[in-house]
T-cell receptor, first 111, second 115 residues
Framework: GENVEQHPSTLSVQEGDSAVIKCTYS??????FPWYKQELGKRPQLIID?????GEKKDQRIAVTLNKTAKHFSLHITETQPEDSAVYFC??????????FGTGTKLQVIP | ETGVTQTPRHLVMGMTNKKSLKCEQH?????MYWYKQSAKKPLELMFV???????ENNSVPSRFSPECPNSSHLFLHLHTLQPEDSALYLC??????????????FGSGTRLTVV
């Protein structure tokens, strides 16, 4: 089955700096890679996703890149703000019953 | 609350109790899921339902049993749980079409404590 590894497990950045979270996957059949943000005590929320037919996608301060050859994808947050502090989960999916999540990255943005 | 609603938000139960978790989605999605979230572990898929078929994760103990009476409601029936079953149980829904994935909408979860 799919195995998704996520690094780092914790990340602290100064407000205004960029944050990068990286994930690798094992199943070459995976074709959908969503990212979820979970604030303390709240539900995970989809913030951005990318499909295997594109290499990069942006949404304001958030971007995701995908390297199919190397089987890794990354989340980039620019100009970080305190409200970006949360746990971020990556996932890889090859079908709706085949979603595998990473272990999460706790991001702390220091004002 | 719109989207995906879970009740109760918190539940404390003894190991001999029987309780049920409820999930309701108001999004018209055709797939619903139960996930278990424990500290320092990935989200673990427990069960998947959609209007066409049910899928069980074979590693889920029989003390957890799902029920999906219609495409909007999902239950997780609990009985004779163990303390290690204490976790946040998340319900999610999505609109799935064939082999194409779409993102999940999660509920707020039920924080379960087994004593």
């Amino acid at each position: 089955g799919e195995n998704v590894e996520q690094h780092p497990s914790t990340l602290s950045v100064q407000e205004g700096d960029s944050a990068v979270i990286k994930c690798t996957y094992s199943d070459s059949a995976s074709n959908y890679f969503p990212w979820y943000k979970q604030e303390l005590g709240k539900r995970p929320q989809l913030i951005i996703d990318i499909r295997s037919n594109v290499g990069e996608k942006k949404d304001q301060r958030i971007a995701v890149t995908l390297n199919k050859t190397a089987k890794h994808f990354s989340l980039h947050i620019t100009e970080t703000q305190p409200e970006d502090s949360a746990v971020y989960f990556c996932a890889g999916a090859g079908g709706y019953q085949k979603v595998t999540f990473g272990t999460g990255t706790k991001l702390q943005v220091i004002p | 609350e719109t989207g995906v609603t879970q009740t109760p938000r918190h539940l404390v139960m003894g190991m001999t109790n029987k309780k049920s978790l409820k999930c309701e989605q108001h999004l018209g999605h055709n797939a619903m899921y139960w996930y278990k979230q424990s500290a320092k572990k990935p989200l673990e898929l427990m069960f998947v339902y959609n209007f066409k078929e049910q899928t069980e994760n074979n590693s889920v103990p029989s003390r957890f049993s799902p029920e999906c009476p219609n495409s909007s409601h999902l239950f997780l029936h609990l009985h004779t749980l163990q303390p290690e079953d204490s976790a946040l149980y998340l319900c999610a829904s999505s609109q799935e079409g064939g082999s194409v994935n779409y993102g999940y909408t999660f509920g707020s979860g039920t924080r379960l404590t087994v004593v």
